[in-house]
């Protein structure tokens, strides 16, 4: 039902604005739950050689949607041992995880973060825009495979979209 998932994705969104304004770590209604995690990451933004204002409170996203799947989208983040605390309070159907290897996790330390959590599916991110992320998901795939990671790697295509199945 079209209709339907554009309700959960409204809902999705004000449950982030609440996380994101500091309101709740948890925030839950009736179609989804969204809880935040306290990410490893410098929150200064230089703006200039002279400057580094405040660029807010670092952390990812876990969403459950309610009769659907759980993800966990890491944020901006490197590779912190507190990662190992979202399997142990959900169960993560797909992870979002960064591999671009520069303000982020690179492949290996992101294979590490994804053994740590132990999703069904991971997605990379937030590589291969700008000559400095130099990770790809070739080497994150290895970097997966040397671990004997089990969870399926999904890498996706720029504009791409993909359905999100019930968990």
């Not at 991971?122 to 998901?137: E, N, Q, R, S, W």
């Not at 994150?140 to 295509?157: G, S, T």
Request: charged fraction near 25%; glycine fraction near 8%.
């Amino acid at each position: 039902m079209r209709g339907g998932k554009v309700l959960v994705c409204v809902f999705v969104i004000h449950l982030l604005f609440l996380v994101i304004q500091g309101s709740a770590s948890i925030a839950e209604n009736d179609e989804a739950r969204m809880t935040n995690d306290k990410s490893s990451q410098n929150d200064q933004m230089p703006k200039d050689e002279r400057s580094a204002p405040y660029g807010g409170n670092p952390s990812g996203l876990i969403v459950a949607i309610r009769g659907g799947p759980t993800f966990y989208h890491t944020g901006d983040t490197d590779l912190f041992s507190d990662m190992a605390l979202v399997s142990r309070f959900n169960k993560i159907d797909i992870m979002l995880v960064c591999i671009g290897d520069h303000f982020t996790m690179g492949p290996a330390r992101a294979a590490e973060a994804v053994k740590l959590v132990a999703p069904r599916t991971v997605i990379p991110m937030h590589y291969g825009t700008f000559p400095a992320l130099t990770g790809t998901p070739e080497e994150f795939d290895r970097e997966l495979k040397e671990r004997k990671v089990k969870a399926k790697l999904r890498v996706m295509k720029i504009g791409e979209t993909i359905a999100l199945g019930a968990s």
